[in-house]
Structures are given as structure tokens and as C-alpha cells.
């Protein structure tokens, strides 16, 4: 069974680190990504990884803040994500990029995704 689960979500400080992970099931060798999505905001790239974790993307608004990692003998992919604001409250996902569709960026990319857990970032 094709699955991913999110944890690691919850209430925190403006400043705070927080570290996401994602359960990978019944999937192998696949490029992984995280998303967000705010109320009533468009689903926003955060971050890609190649499945061996030689490569990876960036969105310009977390670049340098968030970092991706995985950890394929334990089926895992990983956020962390430093000096948390409060625009960084969202729902954040981690999907599974269908192979040969191109870019990171687009949400449309990717063929599975989790249910989410929410990040909400307090001032």
C-alpha cells in the first residue's frame, strides 16, 4: 500500500526549529518533496530531494532557513526547519515526485501526497 504520513507538526514560538517527518510506504527510488498550504493560499513549494539524496531544491521564501534529508533504510524523509515565523503557519506536506514529470516546483509533479500536519507559528 502506497503511503505517506507527516508528523512532527504543533504550536511553537517565533524563532523555535521544528522537525518534520514523513513515513514512506510502498514506495521505491522515488524524489521526495515538502509542501505547504495556508488558508486561502496556493499550495507553496518548500523542498525536493532526489531519492539517493544527492540533490536537492529550495523555495526562495526557506532557502537557507529549511533543510531536507532522508534516510531511505528507515523509509524516511525529513524537514527541519530553523528561526520559524509566523508566515510559516500552514498545513505542510511531504508527495512523491512522479518520475519524469520535471520540475520540483509544481504540486502537479507529484502523485502521492500525505494528509498533512499542521505548523502553526506563534508571535
Known amino acids: 500500500q502506497v503511503q505517506l504520513v507527516e508528523s512532527g507538526g504543533g504550536l511553537v514560538q517565533a524563532g523555535d526549529s521544528l522537525r518534520l517527518s514523513c513515513t514512506v510506504s510502498g514506495l521505491n527510488s522515488y524524489d521526495m518533496g515538502w509542501f505547504r498550504q495556508a488558508p486561502g493560499k496556493e499550495r507553496e513549494f518548500l523542498a525536493a530531494i532526489t531519492w539517493r539524496g544527492g540533490n536537492t531544491a529550495y523555495g526562495d521564501l526557506v532557502k537557507g532557513r529549511f533543510f531536507i534529508s532522508r534516510d531511505n533504510a528507515k523509509n524516511m524523509v525529513y524537514l527541519e526547519m530553523n528561526n520559524l515565523k509566523p508566515e510559516d503557519t500552514a498545513i505542510y506536506y511531504c508527495?512523491?515526485?512522479?518520475?519524469?514529470?520535471?520540475?520540483?516546483?509544481?504540486?502537479?509533479?507529484?502523485?502521492?501526497w500525505g494528509q498533512g500536519t499542521q505548523v502553526t507559528v506563534s508571535s
Open positions: 508527495a512523491a515526485h512522479n518520475l519524469g514529470s520535471g520540475s520540483f516546483y509544481y504540486a502537479s509533479n507529484y502523485g502521492v
